[in-house]
């Protein structure tokens, strides 16, 4: 059984920023992909960040060079900082991973149970 548990959004004025967290226990042997997406009210969830177990991100084109995603492996932990926040970033922020549990099992990915970002002034 593995659990992601998030943390960290929460209301903030345009431009500001905030930084959030997904950490995953249980049972893991190694997590590959980890990401983050996200979901507006009446809208699809739409990805937005991404990054490997090397290190290798990508970014939706609306948040490249205002958001980061990064990773502590040795935490099973990855971040998103968020900066110079828009309006349009209000969403319920989804993180997810791929995991496998044992050297035989499959990726399996689990997901956050989600964390309301409010960007209003």
């Known amino acids: 059984q593995v659990q992601l548990v998030e943390s960290g959004g929460g209301l903030v004025q345009p431009g500001g920023s905030l930084r959030l967290s997904c950490a995953a226990s249980g049972s893991i042997f190694s997590i590959r992909t980890m990401g983050w997406y996200r979901q507006a009210p009446g809208k699809e969830r739409d990805l937005v960040a991404v990054?490997?177990?090397?290190?290798?991100?990508n970014y939706t084109d609306s948040v490249k060079g205002r958001f980061t995603i990064s990773r502590d492996n040795a935490k099973n932990t990855v971040y998103l900082q968020m900066n110079s926040l828009r309006p349009e970033d209000t969403a319920v922020y989804y993180c997810y991973a791929d995991i496998r549990s044992s050297t035989r099992s499959s990726l399996v990915r689990s997901w956050g149970q989600g964390t309301q970002v409010t960007v209003s002034s």
């Open positions: 990054i490997t177990s090397v290190g290798f991100t």
